[in-house]
């Protein structure tokens, strides 16, 4: 059986159910989220990453009062396209960061270097899930111990920063403000 992982918002009302399918070849997996934000929205997001951890694709889904969008990223070469076009601007960003799961967290996490004091800094086609935009945006992840980061927002919300916890994965149990792992019942 594939792992699942459930995450609770601890700002806001919101909950995410996410399916993890690792195999040799690469990582899918697939995520519902279900949020009072924003009017409430339910959204839907699904991934393809190489067996790097490195995201090729991000399809996002929302449902909400003004009805269905639909948003899909995709890796071109050092840069991304936005629902098949090529956006200039999102070249060098090293991976999508979607604003409403831990879950994209986990890429860079892994490639920090384990070093207490160590830092991994790179930009990020950021994606504003209820809005369905993307834009770039510049984040660090500052290592304080195996399996504790420190999270700082250098682009759209900067000075925004948050301690996460991880499991041996890097996958996130808890990010401060806004993320909890829970398990069910």
């Known amino acids: 059986m594939d792992p699942v992982y459930f995450w609770r918002r601890t700002d806001i009302e919101g909950f995410e159910r996410l399916e993890l399918l690792v195999s040799p070849l690469g990582i899918e997996a697939r995520s519902t989220v279900i949020c009072l ?5 339910r959204l839907d997001h699904s991934w393809q990453l190489d067996s790097g951890w490195r995201a090729q694709a991000v399809t996002v889904e929302r449902w909400n009062e003004n009805g269905h969008g639909r948003l899909l990223l995709e890796r071109a070469g050092s840069g991304w396209r936005v629902d098949g076009a090529l956006r200039p601007d999102l070249d060098g960003a090293e991976e999508p960061d979607l604003s409403v799961t831990p879950f994209c967290n986990t890429f860079p996490i892994r490639r920090t270097p384990e070093t207490p004091g160590a830092s991994l800094s790179l930009d990020t ?41 991880v499991d041996g994965e890097g996958l996130v149990i808890s990010y401060e403000h806004l993320f909890e792992r829970v398990m069910p019942a």
Not at 142 to 149: E, S
């Open 125 to 165: 086609a950021f994606i504003d899930g209820p809005a369905l935009t993307v834009a770039r945006s510049s984040q660090r992840y500052d290592r304080h111990g195996a399996r504790t980061l420190r999270y700082v927002d250098l682009g759209l919300s900067c000075g925004f920063e948050a301690d996460l916890t």
């Open 37 to 41: 934000e924003a009017g409430g929205f």
